[in-house]
């Protein structure tokens, strides 16, 4: 892995590991070619490329926020209506500069599903 310092609060780190992210059974994610984010104050994230994330599972949501390092996210639901995760997953569509690598990337609230490295 290498790191990457992007401005004195973030760093990106690329991941060869192979990563999964599931919500109970279902596959979520999974990729040799995840973005871990280090940001200060915050619990490391990793960013997936939409091709490893199994996008049919996850619905658009309402909700959007504005990080004034990353941008504005937009965050998708998984699951089906009867056990939906609400907002689990974001994206940030149009990265700030510092951070344009991580521009349409996946990233998911890992401590509400089972991630697994190696």
């Known amino acids: 892995?290498?790191?990457?310092?992007?401005?004195k609060r973030i760093?990106?780190?690329f991941c060869t590991d192979r990563v999964t992210v599931r919500a109970g059974d279902i596959?979520?994610?999974?990729?040799?070619?995840?973005?871990i984010l280090t940001e200060n104050g915050y619990a490391p994230r990793f960013y997936f490329p939409r091709t490893d994330v199994l996008m049919k599972s996850l619905q658009p949501s309402d909700k959007s926020s504005v990080c004034p390092h990353k941008g504005r996210a937009v965050y998708f639901h998984a699951?089906?209506?009867?056990?939906?995760?609400e907002n689990i997953?974001?994206?940030?569509?149009?990265?700030?500069?510092?951070?344009?690598e991580i521009s349409s990337l996946i990233a998911f609230y890992e401590e509400r599903l089972a991630v697994s490295v190696g």
């Open 1 to 7: 892995m290498r790191t990457r310092p992007v401005i």
């Open 11 to 13: 760093a990106l780190t």
């Open 79 to 85: 699951g089906s209506d009867a056990d939906r995760l």
């Open 27 to 35: 596959l979520l994610a999974e990729s040799r070619a995840a973005m």
């Open 89 to 100: 997953a974001w994206s940030y569509p149009t990265a700030r500069l510092a951070v344009a």
